[in-house]
């Protein structure tokens, strides 16, 4: 036995005929016109009358509380609440459907049903009523039965708009329920698919991050070469920088890099002595003026300070009188000419490159 919500217009009469009065014997039962008025005033529904009992047979359900379910159809409810019963369960539907199992043809299967009237009760016209099986003695009166037939049709009008504003609100909840479906079912997808906007945010970090190594491992590179050149006297601001050095030149020979370096200058020195004695070519090496230092000028020059400036200093006035003691050919002639000094001062013990020091005294 349940209990579920089920159409009139699929619910069949058991019986062959029924009452217009629910009981013969007692007026104060009231009668099925009574309960038809009530309805389509909206003083009762089929809620607050006892259910009526339906079970399932041959594909239909029958009914066993007919006089009920006339007057629901008669007023065209629509969806009313039922018990529904399995037809063993009662020995009343059986006994009940025998007793309309003559007159099926009749009633199209149950779907009508004969009116027997016993109160004096003007009785409505009713498409539900079948006339052959019906005993009707007093209808209602033409008017009356237009005012009757209008209020069962605006029942029927606010029956539907309420079973419209239920579906809809029915499809709403629908939609959102799959909604939600369809999000839970989604969102662990979305979540595990890698994001392009993050992922290009990572690729972008992790190159920054990149460079970020390379030049941490270029100052740590350079900063043993910086402690080298402090050691031994170099200035910060004149160290090499390894981005001059040529990749193209041939391989230092054995006497390392600083020999090769060496030799490169030496050259680059003599060459520009030959074009002009008083005035060094470029690339030549700077001349030492007589307070022993070298002038300071752009690329790897550094002053000579200490023993070795003063040394410097001292042979400057030596090869003066030299020069002036045995003057050269030049000088027999009448033609003073300058006097060139070259000190070369060569670390070969150390790391560092070696320098020369031209020094010219007039």
């Not at 004969?114 to 209808?139: D, K, M, N, W």
């Not at 920054?208 to 941490?216: E, P």
């Not at 370096?261 to 060459?271: E, F, S």
Request: charged share 30%.
């Amino acid at each position: 036995m349940t209990t579920v919500m089920m159409d009139v217009a699929d619910i069949r009469f058991t019986q062959e005929h029924v009452y217009d009065s629910f009981n013969a014997n007692s007026s104060k039962a009231g009668g099925t016109v009574e309960l038809i008025e009530a309805i389509l005033a909206g003083q009762k529904t089929p809620s607050d009358l006892p259910l009526i009992r339906v079970a399932p047979k041959r594909g239909a359900y029958w009914c066993v509380d007919n006089r009920r379910l006339f007057v629901y159809k008669h007023c065209q409810l629509g969806k009313i609440p039922v018990v529904v019963y399995d037809w063993k369960d009662m020995r009343e539907f059986q006994l009940k459907w025998v007793n309309g199992l003559a007159t099926r043809g009749q009633s199209s299967e149950g779907r009508r049903v004969g009116v027997l009237q016993r109160t004096e009760t003007p009785f409505p016209r009713s498409a539900v009523a079948e006339p052959t099986l019906s005993q009707i003695l007093e209808h209602m009166p033409p008017e009356q039965q237009r005012k009757h037939d209008a209020r069962i049709a605006s029942l029927r009008r606010q029956r539907q708009q309420r079973e419209a504003a239920e579906a809809a609100v029915g499809a709403s909840n629908a939609s959102v329920e799959a909604a939600d479906s369809l999000r839970g079912l989604l969102l662990p997808a979305v979540s595990s698919a890698p994001n392009p906007a993050a992922a290009g945010e990572t690729e972008e970090a992790s190159k920054r991050r990149a460079g970020a190594r390379k030049k941490r491992r270029r100052g740590e590179a350079a900063q043993p070469e910086a402690k080298a050149a402090e050691g031994a006297g170099i200035e910060g601001s004149e160290l090499p920088k390894a981005a001059a050095v040529d990749d193209s030149e041939p391989a230092a020979p054995e006497g390392g890099l600083a020999g090769a370096k060496k030799r490169r200058k030496k050259a680059k020195v003599a060459k520009g002595r030959g074009d002009n004695p008083a005035e060094p070519a470029e690339g030549a090496k700077p001349v030492a003026e007589a307070g022993g230092e070298v002038p300071a000028t752009k690329g790897k020059r550094r002053k000579l300070s200490g023993e070795k400036g003063a040394a410097a200093a001292a042979a400057i006035p030596a090869a003066a009188e030299v020069r002036k003691a045995s003057p050269g050919p030049a000088a027999s002639a009448g033609n003073a000419g300058p006097v060139k000094l070259t000190v070369a001062l060569a670390q070969e013990d150390s790391s560092d490159e070696a320098y020369n020091v031209e020094v010219t005294a007039m």
